[in-house]
């Protein structure tokens, strides 16, 4: 359609490819209600404001933003974290405790296209707000992981990567540095794997170059993938008091997790830290196995972000998972269901007069909830038969002038490839006897 394209990264959502979507959602939907999460919504047009610095440098340069006819400065939201704050802020003080939302909606960034990223996509966004301690973790990796598993996913084709800013700035900290430099090493960290040495470029280009023991002791935490290799590390930092208790919240955390048979799911692993500005504690991402996609979901603790924008103070953690890696995996393992059939029952008609007689029925078995095709125009016999097999329609009623002159209707199982006359006023009673199989 030469200059009406969508915009680069924009996608179309055909018939059939909306079905996959529809179908994603309602398992994520399920599995966030099985877990007692309440679903919201909000704007998708948000102030400009509400992501600066908040969310990250990162996030602000890809935001879609313009002034509006008002003068306001505006953004289509690139995540739903700050809004979510927003709406529990407001209403902090009446809500039951622990507030567990969830939403799944479009948000709009823009990236470089890669596969399975996009310029817009969807996200099924879990929050828990009110509980400071680990319980809260271990509930939303559950529901995390049980948002994989819903679809036949197994720890074969997806883990999770499980790590701790907090423990980073303790541990950072307790080798001497302050906070700003703090953030420029976690930045490194976070592009450590995709990019090698050269993220720690930003931080020399501000401090100078990072001292080759502290960068040496960065990279062996990084490479740190259990819980006793974290014990050990900590122990030879000088461990401490702050230190020992954020190992006790890691024990209760994983414990909660393998308690629920977790444990194949999730490692640890520091050299998660996430590029999000607003984390403060235990962070996680989500992968494919084999390491082919990109992130398919990634969250943590943030318990200062309320209170930034405006709130009270409200300890909070929460995860997204994207749509676009999440159906390419779907897709790669078989685990797209195919598309399901149009119709139950498929109207065969004779010609203008019996059409008449056909309509009636067609009402009321659509009434009664039935999915019901029939031709629009005069079509032979053969093809309607034809239409009716490739509509999956479970039975074809047939409306034929010999069939009317008695007074009945032909009824054909395409299931079975019996057919059996039934009396005109017996077409609904004898559909639904095939349907609930009485
Ligand atoms: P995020 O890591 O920026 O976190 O995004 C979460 C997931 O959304 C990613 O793992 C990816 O699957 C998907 N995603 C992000 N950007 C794109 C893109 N351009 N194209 C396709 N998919 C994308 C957040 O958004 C946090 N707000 C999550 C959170 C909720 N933290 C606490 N609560």
Redo the contacts with the bound molecule.
Sequence with gaps: MGAFQTLPGFREFFPEDLARRNHVFRLWRRTANAFGFSEYDAPVLEPLDLYRAKSGDEIETQLFSFTDKGGREVALRP???PTVCRLVGERAGTLKRPIKWYSIAEFY?Y?RMQK????C?F?L?A?IFGEPGPEAEIELIALLIQSFTAFGLTAEDVWVRLSDRNLWFFYLEALGLDEPRVRAVLGAVDKFERMGDDAFKPYAEKFGPLDEAIKAKVLAFLQIKSLAGLEQALAAAGGGERLSARLADWKKLLGGLDAMGLSPFVTVDLGVV?G?AYYTGFVF?AFDRKGEL???????R?DDLVAKLGGPELPA??????D???SLLLEQRGLMPPLAPAADVYVVIGGQKEREAAFADIASLRGAGYRVEYPMKEVAFGKQFKAAVESGARIALIYGSEELARGVVKLRDLRSRTEHDVSKAEVASAVRSVFTGQ
Excluded: C, K, P, S
């Design positions: 995540e739903m974290t960034r990236e399975g990223r996009g310029r996509f996200q966004n929050d996430r999000l991402e990109r992130a398919l979901a990634g969250g943590g943030y953690a929460g995860f997204a998972i994207g676009m890696t999440f």
